[in-house]
């Protein structure tokens, strides 16, 4: 089997489930046994550490094929001569938390999972004490699987309940930062939606032992068939359903996970929906007057009203950089190495990264600021919401995905974009600076707001993401994206009809 089919860029993702028509299984327990041996090669490599004297983690989150891929990369780890230990049931940020716990102190770090994806599919996420692994270095690691059959290796497996000491660490988080340590969140109804994943420790280790009530959490069962909803903040049915939970039990706060918890976003009491613009945006609100004038960094489909909300009502930076949360958080390490304060890398999806929190993509610990907010509103006689209650509302918006025909489609999609701006320019629209793609803004005019158009970095698609200003303004930029694309004979455009 060719294992490169594997990579997902700085992740390992495959099919682990069988009875799925028309996916075969591609990620078994042996296939992860070579991988976990490969990693302890690649990690003893670049350490500069013998494999007898590294530790290494393994946990999973709760899918049904989780335990048993979990046995293989143990056996492939063991086999390579390193030390393992079975974290069980955790989460992907933990797993690189217990590469700084005291505690645990392991040399690397693995982490099954394949985050929101459907419950036959699983993946394998990895770190080291830089963080998590990149492109080039999940490369390296399956290529060197290819090549090894590892043998049967016995020695014993330590077991950790590393959950237990992450949600010491976030509760303590939350007394520091509310200023007690006597049950701070009494007199707060906070619910929490797991979706059956692995997120449902927040709930019972983390908000109720500090006073909350937590009554109307729903889903908190690990259960890897997902027999609610899909365990994604980004999923129109789990978000409904975290907002029926809010407004039936009269909640102040509502909360919700992907499945291995790098991932969040949340509900106002009224049951409004706090996620993609306006999560980065409370987010940031938070972290404002602790960074004055700092940059705020996002991926690329970010609305023009979050940059009039960050930059001329906080007073900070907003750099729209890229999709792919590896890529806006490397840009975070590399601005804060120049000296260049950036306290926070954001994308829509959720994904958050904090300079305070090494740099690492924590839907509980983002989670963890939100509740501390939540607090020291109650204690001011405020609510959440007036922390961007000046943020400009949503009101019209469409995703258009045109599917390039033919091969070469990169080719093709980077000819399409050099002559969608060139005849965007002819025509005198404004052209902000952009990482990626396209994107015009209408500031004046019959129709105002902005448009993107980009090249899908894996798939023969370009999506086209429209926001419109005002009612109206939508269907008006329509017309003017089909006038901008008219031509193109490999792109289909039917979905703006």
């Keep these: 089997m060719d294992l490169m089919k594997l990579q997902n860029g700085s992740d390992i993702r495959g099919v682990a489930v069988e009875g799925v028509e028309g996916e075969a299984v591609n990620l078994t327990p042996q296939i992860a046994k070579q ?3 490969a990693f302890v090669s690649w990690l003893e490599k670049k350490s500069g550490t013998v494999a007898s004297a590294l530790k290494i983690g393994v ?3 709760s899918r049904i094929s989780g ?9 492939g780890i063991i086999s390579a001569g390193a030390t393992v230990v079975d974290c069980g049931m955790a989460t992907t940020p933990a797993m690189f938390m217990s590469i700084v716990f005291a505690d645990t102190d392991f040399d690397g770090s693995c982490m099954i999972t394949a985050s929101h994806l459907p419950f036959n599919r699983n993946g394998i996420k990895f770190f080291d004490a830089d963080g998590g692994l990149e492109h080039d270095d999940i490369t390296e690691i399956l290529n060197l699987a290819g090549l090894l059959n590892p043998a049967k290796a016995f020695a014993p497996v330590d077991k950790v309940d590393l959950i237990d000491i ?3 660490y976030l509760r303590q988080k939350i007394c520091e930062g509310i200023g007690s340590d006597s049950e701070p969140l009494k007199g707060l109804h906070i619910v929490v939606d797991s979706g059956n994943g692995a997120s449902g420790f927040f709930a019972e280790k983390i908000l109720k032992p500090l006073g909350a009530d937590i009554s109307g959490s729903q889903f908190l069962e690990p259960d890897g068939n997902f027999p609610n909803h899909i365990p994604n903040p980004e999923n129109k049915e789990a978000m409904a359903a975290i907002q029926s939970a809010v407004l039936k039990n009269k909640a102040d706060l509502g909360l919700i996970f992907d499945t291995d918890v790098d991932r969040m976003s949340a509900v106002l009491s009224d049951g409004s929906e706090v996620n993609r613009d306006s999560i980065i945006a409370m987010i940031s609100a938070i972290l404002a007057p602790d960074y004055p004038g700092s940059t705020i960094i996002t991926d690329s489909v970010t609305s023009d009203r979050l940059t009039y909300f960050l930059e001329d009502v906080l007073g900070l930076k907003h750099l729209c950089y890229m999709r792919g949360y590896k890529n ?3 840009k975070q390490k590399e601005l804060n190495a120049q000296g260049i304060a950036a306290p926070l890398a954001m994308e829509t999806s959720g994904h958050g990264a904090l300079k305070d929190n090494f740099f690492l993509d924590d839907g509980a610990f983002l989670a963890v600021k939100l509740v501390i907010a939540l607090a020291k509103a109650a204690k001011d006689g405020k609510k959440l919401d007036s922390l961007i209650e000046k943020l400009p509302p949503l009101v019209e918006e469409g995703e258009y995905r045109f599917k ?6 990169k080719d093709y999609g980077k000819k399409v974009l050099e002559e969608f701006k060139k005849r965007a320019q002819d025509k005198g629209y404004l052209l902000p600076k952009t990482y990626e793609g396209v ?4 500031k004046e005019g019959d129709a105002q707001g902005w448009m993107l158009l980009r090249l899908s970095l894996h798939d023969p698609v370009m999506p086209l993401n429209i926001e419109g200003a005002r009612k109206g303004d939508l269907s008006k930029l329509v017309e003017i994206a089909k006038e901008l694309t008219d031509g193109f004979d490999r792109l ?6």
């Design 35 to 37: 991988i976990g041996c």
């Design 59 to 61: 946990g999973r989150d």
């Design 67 to 75: 335990p048993a891929l979990a046995d293989g990369l143990i056996d």
């Design 166 to 168: 992450y949600a010491t």
């Design 328 to 330: 806006v958080i490397n």
């Design 404 to 409: 390039i025909s033919g091969d070469d489609f």
């Design 439 to 442: 994107r015009i803004s209408f």
């Design 492 to 497: 289909d455009r039917s979905c703006l009809k």
